[in-house]
């Protein structure tokens, strides 16, 4: 079973002209999966994110939540949980446990469920022995309390929207490889959204890239990086006169790293894989010798900014014109 299915979401916020946030996204999210949206500011990730949770309502499309339509809002409280970005998703006057107690009272849970359920997020996450307000806690440990009030529901579906931002590096590093046990042994089916691509990398089974409130990408994300992989290129060669002309260069906007001996190691992205025998040739023409070729495969983060770039609309004429200065 799907824990959630995403069909031809749509959400126009009227105004003048219409805002059009979310436009036709589609997708689908296995259980025990954790699946990433991607997407520059304004893309429509959260907005994506509030109509999946009916927090806002979509103009268009469906959202099943574990088989059922999320519109079924006792079922969707039963099986979904998030945690959004901000600071309201606890209260800062009350301690770890409080918070939890709190939360598993509105939702409900039976209390003998809920001393069991408290007792295990407090000891998963390290926070059994806090027993001051939350507001004098740490970021770090803010946000765990945050998740923590989140799984004391026990749903099995779990939306976090940028869980690690504003975390320094130390609570950073504590808090993914909890979100990771989450969905290895706890069996967590997670969504969700972050700028941070060490986190995404760390992290995601899938990568959604949406842009402009579409999807224009979905895949692993090493497969994410190798889109690119036919394209790009190390060329390693040793040249005559320990240099290629600037002309050469920058015609083929090729990045140069020296190695010593005469050789130098070129990074090029080729518009078409057909274009590295043509490269080849102009190397040759140089006297260039050919010591290596190797496809260059990008981090996650070059990727996804390479295909950001790439998807991003074509400037009109007169855009084009401004740029480049001209007037009429």
Known sequence: MFALEVHDLRKTYPAKPPVDAVQGVSFMVPEGQIVAL?????????????CILNLVRPTAGA?????????DL????????????GNRNIFWR?????????????????PRAARDAIARWLAFFGLEDLDRETRNLSRGQQQKVALAAALVKSTPLLALDEPTLGLDVEAKRELV?????????????????????????????????IQDGRVIVEDSPEGLRRLFDAQAYRITVQVPDHALPPAFLARWH????????????????????????????????????????????????????????????????????????SHA
């Not at 409080?98 to 009272?105: D, I, S």
Request: charge should be neutral.
């Open 38 to 50: 991607l997407g520059p500011n304004g893309a429509g990730k959260t907005t994506t994110l509030k």
């Open 63 to 71: 959202v099943r939540v574990y088989g059922r339509d999320h519109n």
């Open 74 to 85: 006792r079922h969707l409280y039963r099986h979904a949980a998030a945690v959004l970005e």
């Open 94 to 110: 009350l301690t770890p446990r409080q918070n939890l107690e709190v939360f598993a009272a509105y939702a409900g849970v039976p």
């Open 177 to 209: 490889p909890l979100i990771r046990r989450l969905a290895r042994e706890e069996g967590k089916t997670i969504l969700l959204t972050s700028h941070q691509m060490d986190v995404v990398e760390a992290l995601a089974d899938r990568v959604i890239v």
């Open 254 to 325: 090729a990045q140069v790293e020296p190695r010593g001996n005469g050789e130098v190691t070129l990074r090029v992205t080729l518009p078409q894989a057909q274009a590295l025998y043509r490269l080849l040739d102009d190397l040759e023409a140089l006297g260039a010798v050919l010591r290596a070729v190797e496809p260059d495969l990008p981090d996650l983060e070059e990727a996804y900014l390479r295909l950001i770039r790439q998807s991003a609309p074509a400037p009109t004429p007169a855009s084009a014109s401004l740029v480049g200065g």
